[in-house]
T-cell receptor, first 109, second 111 residues
Framework: LAKTTQPISMDSYEGQEVNITCSHN???????ITWYQQFPSQGPRFIIQ???TKVTNEVASLFIPADRKSSTLSLPRVSLSDTAVYYC??????????FGAGTRLFVKA | NAGVTQTPKFQVLKTGQSMTLQCAQD?????MYWYRQDPGMGLRLIYY???????DKGEVPNGYNVSRLNKREFSLRLESAAPSQTSVYFC??????????FGPGTRLTVL
């Protein structure tokens, strides 16, 4: 299982674009990259998953460079309600998912 | 659809007591999971079930047992609770290979 490294915390202001980068130097060929969001006292919520290049959905974009050793979650125009912990996971979409400590994003007014 | 439901929401146990945490999903997912989350930490996988009838250990299985009762239900049992098992427990389900859907959690305190 590939180990991931994320910033411990980030601050932003409402309306800004936020980019959270995750490093995963030993990602394997079969591994996918998945991001979750977690609010206090709630379970994590799936945001986006990708293998290479760029993936976009209604919530976020995921950018993965050609070497796949890192990935960037992009949240467009954040609001106060985007304050949460964001987890980057890397694995072969099998069943031994490992969550790291995540990145605490704090959005200010 | 209710998604993933967990019972109870809160529980206080004394050391040595036993209890079962219940989890059910109505999304027809094959895979189900149990995690624990300690304060300020990420989630750690306790057990998972890739499909009905199968279960496997995750990262921290000691002190726990699981039962995949049917496709919908996956229970977690603490046979002899210890203070180190004080945590928030999350159940999740997924279609194999895709993102997981999590329940609201059970807050367990062991005195």
């Amino acid at each position: 299982l590939a180990k991931t490294t994320q910033p411990i915390s980030m601050d932003s202001y409402e309306g800004q674009e936020v980019n959270i980068t995750c490093s995963h130097n030993n990602i394997a060929t079969n591994d996918y990259i998945t991001w979750y969001q977690q609010f206090p006292s709630q379970g994590p919520r799936f945001i986006i998953q990708g293998y290479k290049t760029k993936v976009t959905n209604e919530v976020a974009s995921l950018f993965i460079p050609a070497d796949r050793k890192s990935s960037t979650l992009s949240l467009p125009r954040v609001s106060l309600s985007d304050t949460a912990v964001y987890y980057c996971l890397v694995g072969d979409r099998g069943f031994k998912t490992i969550f790291g400590a995540g990145t605490r994003l704090f959005v200010k007014a | 659809n209710a998604g993933v439901t967990q019972t109870p929401k809160f529980q206080v146990l004394k050391t040595g007591q036993s209890m079962t945490l219940q989890c059910a999903q109505d999304m027809n997912h094959n895979s189900m999971y149990w995690y624990r989350q300690d304060p300020g930490m990420g989630l750690r996988l306790i057990y998972y079930s890739a499909s009905e009838g199968t279960t496997d250990k995750g990262e921290v299985p000691n002190g726990y047992n699981v039962s995949r009762l049917n496709k919908r239900e996956f229970s977690l049992r603490l046979e002899s609770a210890a203070p180190s098992q004080t945590s928030v427990y999350f159940c999740a389900s997924s279609v194999s290979g895709q993102g997981e859907f999590f329940g609201p959690g059970t807050r367990l305190t062991v005195l």
